[in-house]
């Protein structure tokens, strides 16, 4: 294996922990749908955006590695928390834009640089994502657990393009840059072990629980007809089993790919 790779053994890798408890590093770690580039502060952002070419309106995604991580930085109401759960327990990788609790922007999200304007949307919204893969979960709750520390992501490939999970798909670019790259191109094929590079999904669903302000949904309660209503704006892995869920939990909800951005 190449400079600069190890290969993911089941167990949480010290490595890119210490690596990004310290600081301005820039690692890509292994999901159920590829490979992604994580970072926990300003420096580390700004060189996740330059090495993709991604453009700054897209913010990182925030990694938590508990159900209680999340509850502290989101808001949440009784149904949106219980849809969480629901997807937790039954380990199915999802995502949510959910507005911050406003002290937890003010303590957890990096104060130094551009790290408030690169994790949030304009709207002061972040996509806050579950059960995207055990290696990255590790870290992200060692981090939380210890140092009350958050983990940010993005794809590790050049923006717009695929890693069709496999860690040769992340480019020369980033694998250059990056700190360190945890290679576990087996754990991302067990995911999806029938499907082709032209089946398989590269991406986990996101839901919108916010309307076009940021501010949340409200509550249906078990009544129909509730607007604004939760949205999905993104397919991906899971879709059926999300949908599913996402039927029982509320009654109205709405389907638009892509209206995030």
């Given at each position: ?5 190890v ?16 600081g301005g590093a ?6 159920k749908?590829?490979y992604i580039?994580?970072?926990t ?7 996740k955006f330059?090495?993709?070419?991604r453009?700054r309106?897209?913010?990182a ?18 149904e ?7 997807n ?7 995502g ?5 609790r406003a002290?937890?922007?003010?303590k957890?999200?990096?104060?130094e ?9 304009g709207?002061?919204?972040s ?13 992200a709750a ?7 520390k ?10 717009g393009?695929g890693?069709?999970?496999?860690v040769e798909g ?6 250059t ?8 191109d ?14 398989r999904?590269?991406q986990?669903?996101m839901v ?7 501010k ?5 309660n ?6 604004p209503?939760?949205?999905l704006?993104?397919?991906?892995v ?5 949908l ?5 939990s509320?009654l109205?909800w ?8």
């Amino acid at each position: 294996m190449a400079e600069g790779y190890v290969h993911w053994n089941g167990e949480l890798n010290t490595e890119a922990t210490q690596l990004l408890r310290a600081g301005g590093a820039m690692c890509v770690l292994p999901t159920k749908v590829g490979y992604i580039i994580a970072t926990t502060d300003s420096a580390g952002l700004e060189r996740k955006f330059a090495v993709k070419n991604r453009k700054r309106n897209k913010p990182a995604v925030v990694l938590c590695g508990s159900m209680q991580e999340l509850e502290t930085l989101a808001q949440l109401t009784p149904e949106i928390r219980d849809f969480y759960q629901k997807n937790w327990d039954k380990d199915i990788l999802m995502g949510c834009i959910l507005p911050w609790r406003a002290e937890a922007a003010e303590k957890y999200i990096p104060e130094e640089g551009e790290a408030r304007n690169l994790v949030r949307d304009g709207r002061g919204t972040s996509c806050f994502v579950i059960r995207y893969g055990r290696a990255a979960e590790q870290i992200a709750a060692e981090l939380w657990e210890k140092d009350e520390k958050l983990v940010f992501a993005s794809s590790a490939n050049p923006s717009g393009r695929g890693n069709r999970g496999k860690v040769e798909g992340i480019g020369t670019d980033i694998a250059t840059e990056a700190d360190l790259v945890i290679e576990a191109d087996d754990y991302v094929t067990s995911i999806q072990p029938d499907a082709s590079e032209a089946t398989r999904w590269e991406q986990g669903v996101m839901v919108s629980f916010v309307d076009e302000s940021g501010k949340l949904v409200p509550e249906q309660n078990g009544q129909r007809m509730v607007a604004p209503a939760p949205v999905l704006i993104r397919k991906g892995v899971y879709l059926d089993r999300i949908l599913q869920l996402l039927s029982e939990s509320f009654l109205s909800w709405d389907f638009r790919q892509g209206a995030y951005y």
